[in-house]
């Protein structure tokens, strides 16, 4: 067999799980297709195939044949006009006849006329709920809501409740044709970050600068970036300089500085300078791209609440039917009741118990939910994450590139209070020359606070690298050293009593000390530390705001370390000297004592702690593939208030939900009571049903709101 090809493309008319399932059973057998995989929630269709056997204008062509059109390039369908939509259409026909009818009948008609009337009404309102009905009957083997509405209308009308029958058919049929607005609503995420990109990018080519449409941007292409624009594609800055505005990739509120060398990601806003940018990634591989991808795979991944909300409905549908039939004949064949009585109540029971509400509460609120966090740079990865992270007690993180910067800085030079002491530019100096030869972390940290400061490093000779200790040079004839205060007391023999008290104050504050001077005595003290993020304990405290009850840092730093910065950010526990399956324990020993914890780190070397946590969070994830792939969650920025802001929404869908699920729940309840009890009429029912449908549907989507 030949190799195969991927096909994705963007139809109309796909708002549903019942129109997935008719793009599924229309391509069936399909000559040449290999695959088939369906978004109803982003309107995409993903394929593959057998080029040797089809072709892409031929399975285009299908799919329109099928009743749902392919858009040009990426581009979202768009719903169509009030006017135009042919759902709309039937259903404003079913209420002006509904009003003709009603209207003949007062002015004193014979009721035939008005029943033919009523009766038309229902067969134009109901044609497209009703072939939905009849195909998920035939096809899926499912009794569906449509089907329940379906036998309510016919029974009513055979009832000689004909009015009653149009009713509820002409009131079923605008939330049938409101449906795909509701949809498009949802997608207004995805939407906008697909506006992000630019749609053609000013590239040079052979010495020629000219627009060509983004898709067509290869890896190597040199754009030009000009300030207010979009940045096309992932590249790396070849020359000039400007801020960027990366909210819309990262949610990032202030826009970084970014020069030669540096990356941009695809839809960041370039702000004052003109840059030209190296290609790093093709349009279809950036990073806009992928979190896009990862959006809509995460709205069809549902969460436990909605599997089994839609399990529930599958058997629910069916059970109503068969009670309402039981409700018809039962009465009257047992105690002689009144069989028009019965059988209407029936009907009413029927349209009351249908579980609309209740099936859509929980979807509709998860992809609003996933889409709000994706534009605030929170991408995660399905709706049970989303509940998982509802329920997290604990919170485990790594210390380096999470809590800190992840990169050593110079806090502090001090001097040895001796008659050799220097100092603490010389000192500095001194450290730097040795320093600017190895290319250890601390060495180049103590590089780069030497460069800030100005100072200019001392030429040495003879540079040695002390495996595990520190370093050695040559000045003058004399050996300097720089290293740990192990290296100066034990390997060299040197008294450090004029320093302790220092060491042990900067090592009090989580510093790393480096020792410089020769072998008879030490000449200053240069701390080091990897600084905590800025925004850290505020991150931490609104952990805590969100009903986090611990905070857990998991550190291979040593005990001292990982207790100053614990102590400055208020964690609530810390286990350090741990190895990467060390973390893996500490994570599952977390689990069994609190259940739900997750873990947080860069996605890469804490992979398996982030896989043992109930949910993994990566952190910075934008631009890093292995960090997308692996987290449950990925906060886009290197931000940690991100994960704050995660909790909050995680547990705000949970709220609106649980929500949702309680008026379903009480509206069907009482519907089902008064239909048995004969107080409501079927209008009534329906009105009720259809009222709770709207509301639930607009309470999900207060979830779009950031």
């Known amino acids: 067999?030949?190799?195969?090809?991927?096909?994705?493309?963007?139809?109309?008319?796909?708002?549903?799980?019942?129109?997935?399932?008719?793009i599924e059973r229309g391509l069936q057998g399909f000559a040449g297709l290999v695959g088939l995989k369906v978004y109803p929630s982003s309107a995409k269709v993903a394929i593959t195939y057998d080029p040797t056997s089809t072709k892409p204008e031929m399975l285009k062509g299908k799919l329109e044949a099928l009743g749902f059109p392919p858009q040009q390039g990426m581009q979202m369908a768009e719903q169509p006009k009030v006017w135009r939509n042919p759902k709309v259409l039937t259903s404003a026909a079913s209420g002006v006849l509904l009003l003709i009818g009603w209207l003949i009948g007062l002015a004193g008609a014979p009721a035939i006329v008005s029943d033919i009337i009523y009766i038309a009404a229902s067969l134009?309102?109901?044609?497209?709920?009703?072939?939905?009905?009849?195909?998920?009957?035939?096809?899926?083997?499912?009794?569906?809501?449509?089907?329940?509405?379906?036998?309510a209308a016919i029974v009513a009308t055979l009832m000689g409740l004909a009015a009653e029958g149009a009713t509820l058919v002409f009131l079923y049929s605008i939330s049938e044709a409101a449906e795909g607005y509701t949809e498009e609503k949802t997608r207004a995420a995805i939407k906008a970050l697909m506006n992000l990109a630019p749609k053609v990018a000013l590239v040079r080519r052979d010495s020629v600068e000219r627009e060509i449409?983004?898709?067509?941007?290869?890896?190597?292409?040199?754009?030009?970036?000009?300030p207010g624009q979009a940045v096309a594609t992932d590249g790396v800055i070849l020359v000039g300089a400007s801020s960027v505005n990366q909210a819309p990739v990262t949610g990032e509120s202030v826009p970084v500085e970014k020069q030669v060398d540096d990356v941009v990601f695809a839809g960041s806003i370039n702000g004052?300078?003109?840059?030209?940018?190296?290609?790093?990634?093709?349009?279809?591989?950036?990073?806009?791209?992928?979190?896009?991808?990862l959006v809509e795979e995460a709205q069809e991944k549902k969460g436990k609440s909605q599997r089994f909300i839609e399990r529930f409905g599958a058997r629910y549908s069916p059970s109503v039917l068969a009670i309402g039939l039981l409700i018809a004949i039962l009465p009257p064949l047992l105690v002689s009741a009144d069989w028009l009585t019965w059988i209407t109540r029936a009907t009413v029971f029927i349209v009351a118990a249908a579980p609309c509400?209740?099936?859509?509460?929980?979807?509709?609120?998860?992809?609003a939910s996933l889409g709000t966090g994706a534009r605030q740079g929170v991408l995660i990865k399905g709706g049970v994450y989303v509940e998982e992270l509802a329920?997290?007690?604990?919170?485990?993180?790594?210390?380096?590139?999470?809590?800190?910067?992840?990169?050593?800085?110079v806090t502090d030079v001090v001097s040895c209070r001796h008659e050799q002491s220097r100092s603490p530019q010389e000192v500095l100096a001194m450290a730097a020359g040795i320093e600017r030869r190895s290319e250890h972390p601390l060495a180049r940290a103590i590089t780069r606070h030497a460069e800030a400061e100005k100072v200019t490093p001392i030429e040495v000779i003879e540079f040695r690298a002390l495996t595990g200790a520190g370093a050695s040079a040559r000045l003058n004839g004399n050996t300097l050293y720089i290293g740990s205060p192990d290296l100066f007391h034990s390997r060299l023999g040197v008294t450090l009593d004029c320093a302790w008290d220092d060491i042990n104050h900067l090592q009090g504050e989580g510093k790393t000390v480096v020792v410089v001077g020769d072998d008879k005595a030490p000449w200053g003290l240069i701390a080091i530390r990897d600084n905590i993020r800025s925004n850290a304990a505020k991150a931490i405290d609104a952990i805590h705001a969100a009903g986090v009850q611990k905070v857990v840092m998991l550190t291979g730093d040593n005990e001292r370390t990982a207790q100053a910065i614990a102590k400055e950010l208020g964690i609530d526990e810390i286990y350090a000297d741990l190895k990467p399956e060390d973390k893996v324990t500490k994570v599952r020993e977390l689990s069994q004592r609190y259940g739900h914890v997750a873990m947080v780190g860069d996605g890469v070397n804490d992979a398996p702690a982030l896989a043992e946590a109930t949910v993994g969070i990566a952190m910075g994830a934008a631009g890093t593939d292995v960090a997308l792939e692996t987290a449950d969650v990925a906060l886009m920025a290197d931000d940690l208030e991100k994960l704050a802001y995660a909790l909050k929404l995680a547990k705000r869908n949970q709220s609106v939900v649980n929500q949702n699920l309680a008026l379903s729940a009480l509206v069907v309840g009482s519907l089902i009571i008064g239909a048995i009890l004969g107080v409501f009429t079927l209008p009534i029912a329906v009105v009720g049903h259809e009222v709770s449908e709207w509301v639930v549907i607009a309470s999900g989507l207060r979830m779009l709101r950031a």
């Open 391 to 409: 329920k997290v007690k604990v919170i485990a993180m790594d210390k380096t590139g999470t809590l800190t910067r992840g990169e050593p800085e």
């Open 357 to 367: 509400a209740l099936v859509i509460s929980i979807p509709i609120t998860l992809v």
């Open 213 to 226: 449409p983004v898709e067509e941007l290869v890896v190597g292409d040199v754009f030009i970036v000009k």
């Open 1 to 22: 067999m030949s190799d195969t090809q991927e096909l994705e493309l963007r139809v109309a008319n796909l708002d549903c799980e019942h129109d997935a399932a008719a």
């Open 272 to 293: 004052e300078g003109a840059l030209e940018v190296r290609a790093t990634k093709t349009f279809a591989d950036n990073t806009i791209a992928r979190i896009i991808h």
């Open 124 to 151: 134009i309102g109901g044609y497209f709920f009703g072939r939905e009905a009849i195909e998920e009957l035939v096809f899926e083997r499912e009794i569906g809501i449509e089907l329940l509405m379906g036998t």
